[in-house]
């Protein structure tokens, strides 16, 4: 089963950017179907972006032309770059993983109960 490990969460100033890291083991990235979620405090996770395991993206709207996804296959990672980040975006961000049935190679899954693998969270604070 695939494991997943967060890094790169921290501070940044609005405007900024961050760049988080979702390493994959067990599994090779490109066998992967990966998301991004965030929470708010006392609010339900909500997606940020996913990415199919052929490679395709889909993001939340909130997010579009500022955030995108990409993927390291040499480093077995999934990259979330932030850009023109607000205090708004201020939450915990979480990676999540699924080894996808064949036939569902192109599928980006948004919802988080799709997920069989979750890492433990990183958390970005964007101050004003």
């Known amino acids: 089963q695939a494991q997943v490990a967060e890094s790169g969460g921290g501070s940044a100033q609005a405007g900024g950017s961050l760049r988080l890291s979702c390493t994959a083991s067990e599994h090779s990235i490109n066998t992967l179907a990966v998301g991004w979620f965030r929470q708010f405090p006392e609010k339900e996770r909500q997606l940020v972006g996913a990415?199919?395991?052929?490679?395709?993206?889909t993001y939340a709207d909130s997010v579009k032309g500022r955030f995108t996804l990409s993927r390291d296959m040499a480093k077995n990672t999934v990259y979330l770059q932030m850009n023109s980040l607000q205090p708004e975006d201020t939450a915990a961000y979480y990676c999540?993983?699924?080894?996808?049935?064949?036939?569902?190679?192109?599928?980006?899954?948004?919802?988080?109960?799709?997920?069989?693998?979750w890492g433990q969270g990183t958390q970005v604070t964007v101050s004003s």
């Open positions: 990415i199919a395991a052929n490679g395709g993206r």
């Open positions: 999540a993983a699924k080894t996808p049935p064949r036939d569902r190679n192109d599928y980006t899954y948004t919802e988080e109960s799709a997920y069989d693998f």
